[in-house]
């Protein structure tokens, strides 16, 4: 890594389906032409930043990742004034170096959470002219040759600090890829890979976090919260090791236990109760067995 750019390792238990990966050809096959600009959006733990990461790492490309919910002032994304041996120079940002220095992946992670501020110098890099005046530099920003822009997106009610994303900012990327988990085979599969988990219990798993997220969407939903891949592979991972007594750590505890037996993390037990055979939110033979190593 070079002050945050970094070259993503290709993941082999990565699930990619063949009209992404022929999206992901295209990207490839025009990004010395024309700067390329994909929008990812789709719920939180999804796989947006590693299917970003997933293109530079199977193309050979460096990558950076832009957090834009944590950078506030334009001299985050593009650089400031300091003084040198008496002298004033400019200090460039990993931002400027690496979208001018060309053939790379930028990220940038939830977008929509971008500061006013910095919103107005950014948007001209990612339209047709693709350079962005710096008054306190007394210069331009251009993209370089051969680099990727993508940008995440998490919105709606559930995700508190997004700002509404205007039509000018959607109007700069020029596809759009709405990223779903995965189905229920491919999530379990996915499970085993990365885990070594038992087939049966990695389809528990998906079992319990799909009907979480059934009850945290819809008009008739009761849940506050859905359940990620992201999170149901952590699950996965302590249960290899700690069997059904670690679900209450990774599973039942991320849910509200407020109104008792009524409440969000009282559902959840009883999902976790149903599919692994436990009636008082004891240990079945099974888990015990597992418990013990048997």
């Known amino acids: 890594m070079n002050n945050g750019v970094f070259s993503p390792a290709v993941n082999d238990t990565y699930f990619i ?62 650089g400031y004034k300091k003084i040198d041996n008496g002298n004033i120079v400019w200090h460039e940002s990993q931002f400027d170096r ?44 251009r993209v370089g040759k051969g680099v990727v822009f993508f940008a995440t997106m998490n919105e709606g009610a559930g995700y508190s600090g997004t700002n509404a994303t205007d ?27 990365r885990t070594g988990i038992e087939n049966k219990d990695a389809s528990n798993l998906v079992e319990i976090a799909n009907q979480i997220r059934k009850r945290s969407t819809g008009l008739s939903s009761n849940f506050s919260g859905g359940f990620s891949t992201r999170q149901l592979i952590a699950a996965a991972e302590d249960f290899v090791d700690g069997g059904v007594d670690s679900l209450t750590f990774t599973i039942s505890n991320l849910f509200s ?38």
């Open 17 to 78: 389906s063949p009209d992404i990966e022929g999206l992901f050809s295209r990207i490839e096959n025009n990004r010395n032409k024309k700067t390329q600009k994909i929008l990812l959006q789709g719920p939180h733990g999804a796989g947006k930043t590693e299917m970003a990461m997933h293109y530079a790492a199977t193309n050979g490309l460096k990558m950076l990742i832009m957090d834009c919910a944590n950078l506030r002032e334009p001299r985050d994304w593009f």
């Open 98 to 141: 690496a979208v001018q220095g060309g053939d790379i992946v930028v990220l940038l992670d939830e977008i929509n959470r971008v500061h006013p501020n910095v919103m107005n110098t950014l948007l001209p890099l990612l339209d047709g002219r693709e350079f962005t005046y710096l008054e306190e530099k007394n210069d331009n920003i």
């Open 167 to 193: 039509s000018a900012l959607r109007d700069r990327f020029n596809r759009v890829v709405e990223v779903k988990y995965l189905s229920s085979d491919k999530e379990t599969e996915l499970l085993v890979k």
């Open 257 to 294: 236990a407020d109104g008792g037996t009524t409440s969000e993390r009282a559902s959840v037990l009883q999902l976790i109760q149903g599919k692994f055979g436990l009636s008082d939110g004891s240990p079945s033979k099974a888990a015990k067995s597992r418990l013990k190593g048997g």
